[in-house]
């Protein structure tokens, strides 16, 4: 497909579970943030990588969050022992390297995380 | 200090009017990039419009136009002749930084066309 995917699209657990949400950058596309978006509310930066360095992990709310880009292109993000404040819509987003663009971000569709 | 302060949480407007999302961003670099997003109902965010630091035009895309101010530091979205399914949420974004990886959202404007 031409866009970033994301997958699952929902994702309900119960507290205290990990969950593994992915992240699929449109082709190309070397640099991809994670976003979290609690209901009603804007965006939270989680991590972003570009290329080959160093990821900036600055977002992360607490050592139970990581992620992973394999290959330069898809990404992982995990949750550990999951926790009901979890619950929100985790967006991926991708662009060109600034510098070879605008650096504009593509959005994902989401995945909708419920912590019961 | 907030990067980007959107102050209006909901706007509503008459179909087929304009209307103006206010935007203001707060940067010590000469070089950014500003974006706006839609983000409808189904939550999937949709770009639509970017203004350079350096772009001397406002830019325009279709029904959607960007007023920048640069000295004031403000980039008001202004859509033109309001439509049904512009209703949703509008993010205003800045990229800042040498390497262009920072990049900040504001909080957003719930904006409604009445019919």
């Known amino acids: ?116 | 200090a907030q990067k980007i302060t959107q102050t209006q949480p909901g706007m509503f407007v008459q179909e087929k009017e304009a209307v103006t999302l206010d935007c203001t961003y707060d940067t010590s670099d000469q070089s950014y990039g500003l974006f706006w997003y839609k983000q409808p109902s189904s939550g999937e965010m949709i770009f639509l419009i970017y203004q350079g630091s350096y772009d001397e035009q406002n830019a325009t895309e279709g029904r959607y136009s960007l007023n920048f101010q640069k000295a004031r530091k403000s980039a008001n979205l202004v859509i033109s002749a309001s439509q049904l399914g512009d209703s949703a949420m509008y993010f205003c974004a800045m990229r800042e930084g040498r390497t262009g990886n920072q990049f900040y959202f504001g909080t957003g404007t719930s904006l409604t066309v009445i019919p």
């Not at chain 1, 939270?44 to 969050?65: V, W």
Request: glycine share 12%; hydrophobic share 30%; charged share 20%.
């Open chain 1, 1 to 116: 497909g031409a866009g970033v995917s994301q997958s699952p699209s929902n994702k309900v657990t119960e507290k205290g579970k990990d969950v593994e949400l992915r992240c699929d950058p449109i082709s190309g596309h070397t640099a991809l943030y994670w976003y979290r978006q609690s209901l009603g509310q804007g965006l939270e930066f989680l991590i972003y990588f570009q290329g080959n360095s160093a990821p900036d992990k600055s977002g992360l709310p607490s050592d139970r969050f990581s992620a992973e880009r394999t290959g330069g292109s898809v990404s992982t993000l995990t949750i550990q022992r999951t926790q009901q404040e979890d619950s929100a819509v985790y967006l991926c987003a991708s662009s060109l390297a600034f510098g070879r663009g605008r650096g504009t971000q593509y959005f994902g569709p989401g995945t909708r995380l419920l912590v019961l």
